[in-house]
């Protein structure tokens, strides 16, 4: 079997070219793909740090040195809950919320033209295949 038959080169091969377009985009504003990503998954009342990772399927030690680097260009700042001091909540600045404001414009820019250039119907297939795609994952996971 060739590689380009396999499903996994073409969801990889898509990713990369989704990864690049959005890592190009990100340099023209002194940021990158991963950052834009973390700071779209901050909310406006601030997240909780251990919930960062795992919503973006990252590892905690790439988390950590985005969070510090965010922390160094004044985007983000860190919240010690006031009840349980072991919660730490990751909070936007002014200039972090400006940065995610872009983020979510390109994401979301994106978005739309895929929604307008594919048929609604064809995007329900993939969402669906997606969906049984990562079952799947889980299954074979599991298996070996």
């Known amino acids: 079997m060739e590689k380009s038959e396999t499903v996994d080169y073409h969801i990889k ?44 399927g990252m590892e905690a030690t790439s988390l950590s040195r985005i969070l510090k680097n965010l922390e160094d260009k004044e985007l983000i700042y860190r919240k010690t809950d006031t009840l349980d001091k072991r919660k730490v909540l990751i909070l936007l600045t002014e200039k972090g919320t400006e940065k995610r404001k872009i983020a979510k414009k390109v994401v979301s820019g994106f978005n739309k033209l895929i929604v307008d250039e594919i048929p609604h119907e064809k995007l329900a297939v993939f969402f669906e295949v997606m969906e049984s795609i990562n079952k799947i994952v889980e299954k074979y996971k599991k298996e070996n």
């Open 13 to 56: 091969a898509t990713w990369h070219s989704i990864f690049k377009m959005y890592n190009q985009i990100a340099l023209k504003y002194d940021t990158s793909q991963a950052t834009g990503f973390v700071l779209l998954s901050i909310a406006k009342e601030g997240t909780p740090s251990t919930t960062i990772a795992p919503l973006l």
